[in-house]
């Protein structure tokens, strides 16, 4: 059963708790680093809370699995940026949050133009 956190033993100090929405802040702001992705509607990508919007995330038994919906720069090989993505993402989420991630499911949404991807201001 998927639940709203996960809880990491410390034995001697107690315990850590983290919370899907801050596994998902992670693996948003961990995407934004990777060249070729974009938000599904054009623009920027979204920082902060924003940004938790285009990631699933999904606890179990201390495991994350996680998926994303993005856009792709027109002009960058799709299954190279997922690729990218999917190793940049787990490496953030595993080294910022201790917890295994089993899967990084990426879901490519829309091919974003090039006059799309540099508009700025735009709500996502």
């Known amino acids: 059963m998927a639940r709203d956190e996960e809880t990491l033993e410390t034995p001697e100090e107690g315990q850590i708790s983290i919370s899907r929405d801050v596994i998902?802040?992670?693996a948003?702001?961990?995407a934004g680093d990777v060249e070729g992705v974009a938000p599904p509607k054009g623009g920027?990508?979204?920082r902060?809370?924003?940004v938790r919007r285009l990631v699933d995330v999904d606890l179990a038994e201390g495991?994350?699995?996680?998926?994303?919906r993005v856009g792709v720069l027109y002009g960058h090989p799709v299954q190279e940026v997922s690729q990218r993505l999917q190793s940049r993402?787990?490496?953030?989420v595993e080294k910022m949050t201790?917890?295994?991630v089993d899967e990084v499911?990426?879901?490519v949404v829309r091919l974003v133009l090039p006059e799309e991807g540099r508009r700025k201001g735009r709500p996502s």
């Open 24 to 26: 998902a802040t992670i």
């Open 28 to 30: 948003g702001l961990a």
């Open 44 to 46: 920027t990508m979204p």
């Open 48 to 50: 902060g809370e924003a």
């Open 63 to 68: 495991r994350v699995r996680l998926t994303l």
């Open 89 to 92: 993402v787990k490496a953030e």
């Open 98 to 100: 201790a917890l295994p």
């Open 105 to 107: 499911n990426v879901e």
